[in-house]
Each structure stands twice: as structure tokens, then as C-alpha cells.
């Protein structure tokens, strides 16, 4: 598989050179250019068969030379100790958690493939440098990924306010290869000091640096496959239409839905659930897409109003728009009924969700309810999130309180950060130079 820039056809490069560049020179985000289609070599594959063995006979394939076999064994090996889990409700719907990672939501997928492929691809000797801009849940999952991983050094840049749960044992002052830096801003100025550091290619070269954030093919990529799991356990089990609900906030992981499609998942439909900030409701209608101001909501994760992913769903538009809007169904969901459907799947189902997989299934159940499908439909809601995670919420909505897991209780640590620095580059890049 080779990849293009979102602006230009033109060079193509590998899977591995896409992983550790990260981001095109012409400023745009590298996207498939051709892609190969494995729906025969899905259907072959036993409903049975674990997400290790899944990911290790589906990699190469996807990847056309990017991974061979034993390499596809190995890094899925090394990435996961941890499986989704396709929970069937009823003829209706079933829900896909994604939070049985080690910190408890659906990024740990990417973050694991992505930091066991990089390891992989860093010949011995070398270093690398992973930048992210990190909210709280993301900055935990990527420290417990990166965490003693050979030759790779990851710097969490994060936005003012206290970050929780991580372990200061594994930063570089003590020995180990995580750099927390806070920034006295916002989460926009954490990205764009990600953006700006790797486009500063004297400073990127001397260390070797790429991301991971979702703007790295690397990470989105892998959460194809949690998508081609959930395929595979209900191929022979459902009837009629097949549509995916999926929180979207910085829509990476529609975008991976997407990608599955490409590649050959049969999927009749995603949508594109969204909490009242709407990022991309009117643009995903044929509209100009307009940056609205950002509204705080009771399904934070969600609260984004300049998607991370904009030129990569653009991309999708501009090769088929009719197709596409045939393909992706935009709902606003508000936080009164994010908290009535908190309610409702546990009074129905017994199953506890969090405020983002709230807003998904809310909009599986009003898109559905429409005229968009006959009502011969199976809608697979994806639960990005452990309820725990929001715990008060969750047991107010179910009238009870419920479990909290250890692993999710030392989430809430609080640490600080080796620095706080002023949002701009030079600042960021002296943090930097001054841990080596």
C-alpha cells in the first residue's frame, strides 16, 4: 500500500515512510492512494477467531507488502493483550466496546498498533520521537503504550489544567522515555505545536520525529480492524442492512469506518453521531463547512469544533459525493438526550454507557427511526469509552451506582508535567532539546 497527500497525487510513499514522516511537506494528510479489497478474504475468516489472530491475517493483506505475515504476528502480539467485544442486545442493535484496554477507551486500539509497529520499523540503534497533543484519557493511553518501548522517546503536550494518571516512574527525569509538557492554552494550540514541530524539519530530523495523533495514518489505521472484527462475528448471524453508530468528535474514527468500507467491509451505512457542537452535520449535508464556537457538553470527548480529520473525510467527498451521502447520516444529539438514553439502554438492556456511546446510540435510534432504512436494519453502536470512566453520570442515569476498576481508579492520579511553557514553537522545541 502507498500513500498520497490529501493535496496532491504526487510523490506517493510506503506504509512505513507515511508512519514515521507523519505529515506530507505540502501540509496536507496522508490517505490510501490505491487500496486493496479483502471482503473475499474476510469472508473466509472463522467468526471464531481471536482479534490477535484477526489483525495478524488481515495486516498483510491490507497493507500489500507494508507487513509481511511473521512482522504482522509479532506486532499484534506486542500491541495487544486486550480484545473489542461485540455485545448483541437484539435484532437492533448490538454495541462494540472498545474500552477493555488498559485505560479504558477505544484509542488504546491505534496507540498499542501504532507504538508495537514503530518499534518494529526503528532499526536498531535509532531513536524516535513521538509528539502528541493530548487531553487527559489520551495522554494516559499513549504513556502506558510508549511506556519502555526501544529507541522511541514520547512527548505529551497537553493543554493548561491538571493532568491525572500518570506514572512519573516512567518519565526521562527518572529514567524513562515519557516527556509531559503543559502548555498555557488551549488543546487547538497543543495541535498546532505538534503540526508546526514536525513541518520545522531542521528540528524534526535532528530527532526523528513523527506523532501520534490520529493525524499519523499509523494510528488511524488500526482501528479498521475492530470494525472488520465486529463484521466477522456477525456475518453469518444478521440479516437485512448493516450500519455502524459512531461518536464522532475529531472523526478518525468514522474515517477509519470508512476506510473499512473501502477496503471491502460490506456496510450499508455509518453515522455520524454528534453532540451539539455538529462539527461536520452541514458539510456531510453539501454545505460549506463553517468552524462553529466550541460548546462544553456532558460528552466531552465529543466537544471539538475544527476536526482533527477534515481533509481526510474531504478527501472521501471529493472523489464520490453522492456516494458518499448515501453513505454517512450527520445527528445532533443534546446533552438532555444524551442522558435520557444513558437511561433508557440501561432500563432495555442492563448495560451501563457513557455520555459518547449515549450520543451514538441516541442517533442510531433517531437516523433508523427515519425514513433512511426499512426498519430491516442491525445498527452496531460503538462504546468508545468504559462507563466508569464517567461514573457518576452513568450510575445517575442507571438509578444505581456502579463499579469502579482499579485500573480506572488510577486514571485519576494527579502529576505534574516536567514543564509549563508559553503556547508558541521555540518555547516547545527548547522543552524539548532540554530532556536530552
Known amino acids: 500500500m502507498q500513500f498520497r497527500s490529501t493535496k496532491s497525487n504526487f510523490p506517493l510513499v510506503s506504509y512505513k515512510d507515511a508512519v514515521l514522516r507523519c505529515l506530507p511537506n505540502d501540509g496536507g494528510l496522508y490517505v490510501p492512494d490505491k487500496v486493496a479489497d479483502i471482503r473475499r478474504l474476510l469472508m473466509q475468516i472463522d467468526e471464531k477467531a481471536s482479534f490477535n489472530d484477526m489483525v495478524a491475517i488481515v495486516a498483510p493483506s491490507l497493507l500489500e507488502g507494508g507487513l509481511n505475515p511473521a512482522a504482522a504476528s509479532r506486532v499484534a502480539a506486542s500491541a495487544y493483550n486486550f480484545e473489542p467485544e461485540l455485545i448483541r442486545l437484539d435484532n437492533s442493535f448490538s ?28 532499526n536498531k540503534g535509532e531513536q524516535a520521537m513521538i509528539l502528541s497533543a493530548a487531553r487527559a484519557d489520551t495522554a494516559v493511553s499513549m504513556a502506558h503504550a510508549f511506556s519502555g518501548r526501544k529507541g522511541i522517546s514520547l512527548v505529551l503536550l497537553y493543554p493548561s489544567g491538571q493532568i491525572r494518571g ?9 529514567g524513562g522515555n515519557i516527556i509531559p509538557i503543559q502548555v498555557k492554552g488551549t488543546f487547538d494550540d497543543c495541535q498546532r505545536l505538534v503540526v508546526e514541530t514536525i513541518n520545522d524539519r531542521k528540528f524534526s530530523e535532528r530527532y526523528n520525529v513523527t506523532s501520534a495523533n490520529t493525524i499519523n495514518a ?6 479498521v480492524f475492530y470494525y472488520l472484527y465486529a463484521f466477522v462475528q456477525l456475518k453469518n448471524n444478521i440479516s437485512g442492512d448493516l450500519i455502524f453508530s459512531v461518536p464522532s468528535g475529531n472523526f478518525g474514527n468514522l474515517i477509519a469506518g470508512l476506510y473499512a468500507w473501502k477496503f471491502g467491509m460490506p456496510v450499508n451505512g455509518f453515522i455520524a453521531a454528534m453532540n451539539v457542537n455538529n462539527a461536520f452535520g452541514d ?24 476536526p482533527l480529520n477534515y481533509e481526510r473525510l474531504a478527501s472521501f467527498y471529493d472523489e464520490a459525493p453522492a456516494v458518499m451521502r448515501n453513505m454517512v447520516y450527520p445527528a445532533s444529539i443534546n446533552d438532555d438526550l444524551t442522558l435520557q438514553t444513558m437511561e433508557a439502554v440501561y432500563k432495555k438492556y442492563k448495560a451501563h454507557i457513557d455520555p459518547n456511546t449515549a450520543v451514538a446510540f441516541a442517533a442510531a435510534r433517531k437516523i433508523t427511526a427515519g425514513n433512511e432504512w426499512n426498519g430491516n436494519t442491525h445498527t452496531v453502536v460503538l ?54
Open 166 to 174: 500518570l506514572d512519573p516512574s516512567v518519565f526521562v527525569q527518572n
Open 283 to 306: 458539510y456531510i449535508l453539501g454545505k460549506p463547512f463553517v468552524p462553529k464556537p466550541l460548546v462544553c457538553t456532558n460528552s466531552p470527548a465529543l466537544d471539538v469544533s475544527v
Open 383 to 436: 462504546a468508545t469509552g468504559h462507563p466508569a470512566r464517567e461514573a457518576n453520570l452513568a450510575g445517575e442515569a442507571a438509578g444505581r451506582s456502579i463499579n469502579i476498576p482499579e485500573s480506572i481508579l488510577a486514571l485519576k492520579k494527579r502529576c505534574d508535567p516536567i514543564a509549563i511553557i508559553s503556547p508558541q514553537l521555540e518555547a516547545f522545541e527548547s522543552a524539548i532539546a532540554s530532556c536530552f
Open 218 to 223: 499509523g494510528r488511524l489505521l488500526p482501528q
Open 95 to 122: 454495541l462494540l466496546n472498545l474500552y477493555n484496554g488498559p485505560t479504558g477507551i477505544f484509542k488504546d486500539f491505534g496507540i498499542a498498533f501504532l507504538s508495537a509497529i514503530l518499534e518494529e520499523f526503528i
